[in-house]
């Protein structure tokens, strides 16, 4: 056989940026990009000594540092087993007395590393970064060839965490060589707090006992200090601490980090490493007289505004294909006006933590799960990995908390639902010994690292132990469901309560706080691909109505391979959530405002025309900002008269803004139009400089009685409802919301017959004009074959196929990808109008198809609406109508489909109408 070599210099570095930016000396080399690749099915490698056998040639080409299940490895197979990695390079240190390392960022999970034929280490874990010493072992100036055996067997031991999505089996993150002087420095961790005060711990390993000078430098050298220590050989401990007079305190508003660099220099030379910290305090605080705490930063409240992030990427699964990349998510939740993110049952990559140092959002890091019985073996597999991540990620100002477990996955003894058990099965298979050992995790952890917020496990089964946050997990859908559960939640949370514990454990006051929300699982058989707008827009609400409670985190930052309730698709693109079309200007960043206006009532009500409805409001402030100033609370009452914007009240008033917490304002008192409407109560909190800090709204469905609507010019109508057809011809064809909407596939018409007036009514019709809301209609698998429920359990949530064309809850939520139709109106057979339908859109504009869902827990077509279409019937036409009084109404789809809504779904109150004068 011949030699496989790669001239792997020619191409491309995937990755070139350095893996660990708050920890880089300047000279070293990335080794990502192509090697030599070979799955080893049958555990022959070893006896065949692939490691030293540079002749064998391996069959495949991967592109490190990509997991070989994803696309952009080039293997793109879910092989689970052993593979192995060679390659050949030359490399030299500028000094020929330094060491060298080779150092890995992640591999999955158990890997050997030879060096030109020798054996120079071992590591297990999946998540954590590590390194090997090949000093004696590199030679200079010649090929050197290295070589990697990895083994994944999803073993039930395993921190696998949440891989289903897609498998990081291998090398998954960067793998580079490091060149250090023989005494150098391992690590430095900082402390800050507040006032100034910089506690470092740096480690050192030491060639040989001496003197050496420690100097550190940083914001541009503004910060400048210098020491000499001495050292015995091998590790040694050096504690310094500075103070910074007037520090700039790092926040999500002011990310600002203190960037610069750390010096050992001695008779060995000097080790420099380019490293940062950030000057902020992460604590819990009592405010007033309040018996609970809030989280607090840099000594204030803050309000979490968070998302679960499954740091899944389509093409490198959860490796991301460049640093841009990594960049833009912190971007993209920013824009969203979110303050901090979850990291879900993983680790994050370094290099993405250090774009949230550097842009500015908070962190909360979960430790891996495994998923068997939580024995000895998983135990110490376990510990040894959450160390390496701690340690790793110490220094990120970013992080304010780990968390340990989620969920009691692996927590449960012999317990075959994951997820869902019932009180007694909870109990008896989260042992009292596992619990005992959660909360020995929790003191490790906090041992480990007592500037941060450390919580046990993240429940979803009310079982905490001990914790210095009290979260739990809630999906439901359905506003006076969702509104019970908070109530009870937050009247059951106080210093005492068993309630959210196990075992005979009783809360603290630690804050409360919601660590996963949402619909996703709150919908029978799941929600599916649907509108999340509606939803989301009442949950902000309710959250801010309660002064316990002091953050969320929203499940989910992006859609994933089978969950589809993120805020962005899962190639980043964006979902409409129609928040403008209530309140000008707003987008969910407003949802997310420090200083907000919480309206306390549905979303949606049934009201009468001319009725008086009393609004209760609120006020909501973790922020300082506005304190002790006058701001405005503008609102006015609006409704659409079928294209007509037509304000019914506005008005405003001042509100002293002062104070933490949730306070009660005037309520208002607004009177509905005397027609049917959409009502919209459009809220605004504005400053002394006229600007808009926060927005909201609700919407009424206004009654009149006999469905009047008002028309400009005058007119009466006719009313059709929109299943009174009297013929169709669609290939497929079905109702939908209670048969307030219809719905026909693909080219097709509905027919109508219309009754006029006759001359003893109206003497004479001189203008006839037709009005109806419509929208495309986008077919799904399950309207062709039917409908097909996903079992909701342990599969679906490790990545099974969701089925989302065949789930009976799914509507695609409006985004950026379109599916138009067209509909023709024709009168007697002549064409009197055309009308392009740019979609089938589903988001919080669907406020009657929202409204009238007769069950919280499953969807029928939520959301969705169409677009306002009116046509004047031409004159000719409209006197041989004015003559004969009857006439056939055909809407006829070209191709694209058509969905007619009416008057107890859309977005407009109406039916079909025929207006005459």
Not at 31 to 50: A, M, Q, Y
Not at 191 to 196: F, N, P, S
Not at 754 to 780: H, S, Y
Request: proline letters at 4%; charged letters at 25%.
């Amino acid at each position: 056989m011949t030699t496989s070599v790669l001239n792997v210099e020619s191409l491309p570095i995937p990755r070139p940026e350095h893996p660990h930016p708050h920890w880089q000396r300047n000279e070293w080399m990335n080794l990502n990009g192509e090697w030599s690749f070979s799955f080893d099915p049958n555990n022959e490698g070893i006896s065949k000594h692939w490691y030293s056998n540079f002749e064998f040639a391996y069959s495949s080409r991967i592109t490190v540092p990509f997991s070989w299940v994803s696309p952009l490895s080039g293997i793109g197979s879910d092989h689970k087993g052993i593979g192995w990695y060679r390659r050949t390079l030359k490399w030299q240190s500028i000094d020929s007395q330094t060491r060298l390392f080779l150092r890995f960022g992640a591999v999955d999970y158990s890997c050997d590393v030879w060096i030109n034929g020798v054996h120079v280490g071992s590591h297990q874990g999946g998540y954590g970064s590590f390194e090997f010493e090949v000093t004696q072992h590199w030679v200079a100036d010649l090929e050197n060839t290295i070589v990697v055996r990895v083994e994944d067997f999803d073993h039930d031991y395993q921190a696998r965490g949440k891989q289903g999505y897609g498998e990081i089996r291998g090398i998954w993150q960067p793998v580079w060589l490091e060149s250090r002087p023989q005494t150098y420095m391992k690590d430095t961790k900082f402390v800050t707090t507040i006032d100034g005060q910089v506690n470092m711990t740096t480690r050192i390993i030491a060639q040989e006992a001496g003197s050496a000078d420690f100097t550190l430098k940083f914001a541009e050298n503004s910060i400048l200090h210098t020491e000499k220590i001495d050292l015995i050989a091998g590790e040694n401990e050096f504690k310094l601490s500075i103070h910074i007079t007037d520090p700039i305190l790092w926040s999500p508003d002011t990310p600002y980090l203190y960037e610069g660099e750390l010096q050992l220099s001695g008779s060995f030379g000097t080790d420099t490493v380019s490293t940062y910290f950030g000057v902020r305090e992460i604590q819990t605080v009592r405010f007033d007289e309040r018996g609970y705490r809030w989280i607090t930063l840099n000594g204030k409240p803050i309000y979490l505004n968070g998302t679960l992030d499954q740091s899944y990427h389509k093409t490198g699964y959860f490796t991301y294909p460049s640093d841009e990349d990594m960049r833009d998510e912190i971007y993209l939740m920013k824009r969203l006006g979110l303050n901090f993110v979850r990291i879900h049952i993983k680790p994050e990559e370094p290099r993405k933590l250090y774009w949230a140092d550097k842009l500015g959002i908070l962190v909360m890091e979960d430790m891996p799960c495994f998923w068997g019985n939580p024995d000895e073996k998983a135990r110490t597999s376990y510990e040894r990995e959450a160390l390496e991540i701690i340690e790793r990620d110490y220094n990120h100002p970013s992080i304010f908390s780990w968390v340990m477990f989620n969920e009691t996955w692996g927590l449960k003894t012999n317990a075959q639902d994951i997820r869902l058990t019932s009180d007694l099965q909870q109990q008896t298979s989260y042992l009292k010994e596992t619990q005992e050992w959660v909360r020995e995790k929790y003191h490790w952890a906090k041992r480990l690292d007592p500037s941060r917020i450390v919580e046990d496990n993240s429940p979803c089964n009310y079982d905490h132990v001990e914790s210095d946050i009290n979260t739990w997990h809630f999906y439901i859908n359905g506003y006076d469901q969702l509104r019970s559960h908070l109530n009870e939640v937050v009247a059951r949370t106080f210093p005492g309560s068993d309630f959210n514990c196990i075992g005979g454990n009783v809360q603290s006051d630690a804050p409360l706080m919601n660590s996963e929300c949402g619909n996703v699982w709150g919908i029978e058989g799941g929600a599916g691909d649907s509108d999340l707008a509606w939803h989301y827009r009442y949950m902000m609400n309710e959250f801010r109505r309660h002064d316990k409670l002091c953050g969320f985190v929203f499940t989910e930052f992006r859609d994933v391979t089978n969950e589809f309730n993120g805020y962005y698709r899962l190639d980043g693109s964006d979902k409409d959530f129609g928040y403008d079309a209530f309140v000008p200007g707003m987008t969910i960043s407003d949802l997310h405002s420090p200083d907000f206006i919480v309206i306390d009532a549905p979303p949606c009500q049934t009201v009468s025309a001319m009725d008086e409805v009393k609004i209760p409001l609120l006020r909501s402030s973790f922020s300082d900002k506005y304190h002790g100033q006058h701001l405005q609370v503008k609102w006015e009452l609006w409704y659409d008269n079928l294209g007509t914007r037509v304000v019914a009240q506005s008005e405003h008033m001042s509100v002293n803004w002062d104070g933490y917490g949730v306070a009660d304002l005037l309520p208002l008192y607004v009177l509905m139009p005397d027609q049917d409407a959409v009502a919209v109560l459009a809220v605004s909190l504005i400053n002394n400089k006229e600007e808009v800090i926060t927005r909201n709204f609700i919407t009424f469905d206004v009654r009149s009685g006999n469905q009047s609507v008002r028309f400009e010019g005058g007119g009466d109508c006719i009313n059709i409802p929109v299943d009174a057809y009297k013929e169709h011809n669609f290939e497929q064809q079905w109702e939908a919301i209670q048969c307030a909407k219809i719905n026909g596939a693909g080219q097709g018409h509905y027919a109508y017959d219309v009754t006029l007036p006759d001359g003893m009514e109206k003497k004479m019709i001189g203008e006839i004009e037709i009005m109806f809301e419509a929208g495309a209609k986008r077919v799904l698998a399950r309207n062709l074959e039917g409908a097909k429920q996903n079992e909701m359990g342990l599969d679906l949530m490790h990545g099974a196929d969701a089925r989302v064309e065949y789930n009976p809850n799914t509507y695609y939520m409006t985004d950026e990808e379109r599916h138009p139709s067209r509909v023709n109106v024709l009168v007697e057979g002549k064409q009197i109008g055309s009308f392009y339908l740019p979609d089938d859109p589903a988001d919080s504009r669907g406020v009657l198809s929202w409204h009238y869902q007769p069950l919280a827990n499953k969807l029928d077509e939520a959301g969705s609406y169409g677009y306002l279409c009116k046509v004047s019937v031409p004159g000719q036409l409209a006197a041989k109508l004015d003559r004969n009084r009857s006439f056939r109404l055909e809407l006829k789809a070209e191709g694209g489909g058509l969905a007619l809504y009416g008057r107890n779904a859309g977005r407009y109150p109406i039916d079909l109408l025929i207006r005459y004068r």
